[in-house]
């Protein structure tokens, strides 16, 4: 009897102790089977990282074409000077409008130095998609030509401009290139700023000389004809322009101008006087009406905003050169004076730096 106790006591003890084990076992996780569990959770958060990733590559990829193309839309309207393809022989952002010469940059041997002059506008640049020229000079993607004749070329840039020029030659050339806002040394209206246009320089070693031209965008167009739409053709920073023009021009023709002050009357030296004697001149055998209009409108054939005059110190003598600058039909005008006596007789200059240097002004 004790002896079955015995047997029914240790199986109720191995049942406890193998119900035990059961319920540990539930509770418990195998190492191999821990690891794995973390490298599954490892592997989803690696998943939902790369699914970001690849979102954000494809929002980087969607705002870069976007840039190219806004990049693609000002460079092809020809107001964006874009020098990565102009490095490349590609000009089509200069097509935007009409390259004008506005000055050069002179050594006149008087003891000043290099002077940029705006009275001198005489050059021509043409500009196509693949070539630009001056007639002499080309530029294209393989370099500078100069009458025809290829030339050892190099190339400089920086991150704001970029030059193409010459190099061991009896004369060098190089052209550089100005996107708006790059530089502040060819300036019209002396106020300091940066260029306002895109700008093209074309040196030559022979006598250092440097011609400068900007481009005549379509928004500087609509400007001037906003301007004439509104009547004021003529203002104070124009006036300004035109007289550091007139100072520089002067040099040039080795004269010294007087300029009407708004104020006084310009004494000439054959005893007229400037305006008050516009009512007497004569054009070309015929009178026509002019007078003295500041802001270049008004109810006359010729609106004069500008005089200057030059009495000539040489024999013959008395003698004069009197310009006026005016408008005719809202048009830019420079009529000269030269008549020693009687009644003074007014044409159109002759002179095309001072008409061109005018009508470049009167343009801004």
């Known amino acids: 009897m004790n002896g079955l106790k015995k047997i029914v006591l240790s199986a109720t003890c191995l049942a406890v102790l193998v119900t035990l084990s059961a319920c540990g076992g539930k509770n418990a996780q195998h190492p191999d089977s821990a690891s794995t569990s973390r490298t599954s959770r490892r592997a989803s958060s690696s998943s939902s990282s790369t699914r970001v990733t690849s979102r954000q590559q494809t929002s980087s990829a969607d705002s870069s074409l976007a840039s190219a193309s806004q990049q693609k839309k000002t460079t092809t ?18 097509l935007g409008g009409k390259w004008k010469m506005i000055g050069a940059k002179v ?6 130095g290099l002077e940029f002059d705006t009275s001198q506008v005489d050059g021509q640049l043409s500009v196509s ?27 400089d840039s920086n991150a704001e401009t970029f030059s193409v ?11 550089t290139f100005y996107p708006a806002g790059s530089t502040s040394e060819y300036q019209v209206n002396g106020d ?74 310009l004494d000439i030296s054959t005893g007229l006087s400037y305006p008050h004697d516009l009512s007497d001149v004569i054009f ?4 026509d009406s002019i007078a003295w209009a500041p802001t270049g409108q008004g109810t006359h054939e010729y609106n004069v905003v500008a005089i200057y005059n030059h009495n000539g110190t040489k024999p013959p003598l008395p003698n004069h050169i009197t310009y006026f600058f005016a408008f005719k039909d809202g048009s830019p005008i420079v009529l000269v004076d030269q008549s020693r006596d009687g009644t003074p007789i007014l044409g159109e200059t002759e002179n095309v ?5 005018f009508a470049r002004i009167a343009g801004n």
């Open 284 to 287: 070309n055998g015929h009178r």
């Open 192 to 265: 300091g700023q940066t260029n306002r246009q895109n700008l093209i320089t074309v040196w030559t070693s022979n006598n250092n000389y440097t011609q400068v031209f900007a481009q005549e965008t379509s928004s500087t167009s609509q400007s001037t004809a906003a301007t004439k739409k509104n009547g004021t053709l003529w203002n104070t920073s124009k006036d300004q322009q035109l007289d550091t023009f007139m100072t520089q021009w002067s040099k040039t023709m080795d004269q010294d101008y007087t300029k009407y002050d708004e104020v006084h009357d």
């Open 129 to 155: 998609k693949d070539k630009i020229t001056t007639g002499t000079l080309t530029v294209a993607k393989n370099g500078i030509a100069v009458d025809g004749e290829s030339k050892t070329t190099k190339f």
């Open 107 to 112: 050594n006149y041997h008087k003891g000043n």
């Open 353 to 357: 730096k001072l008409k061109a240097g």
């Open 165 to 175: 020029s010459t190099e061991d030659e009896a004369i060098n050339w190089a052209v």
């Open 77 to 94: 309207d020809g107001t964006h000077m874009n020098l990565s393809e102009v490095q490349n022989g590609n000009y089509r952002s200069l």
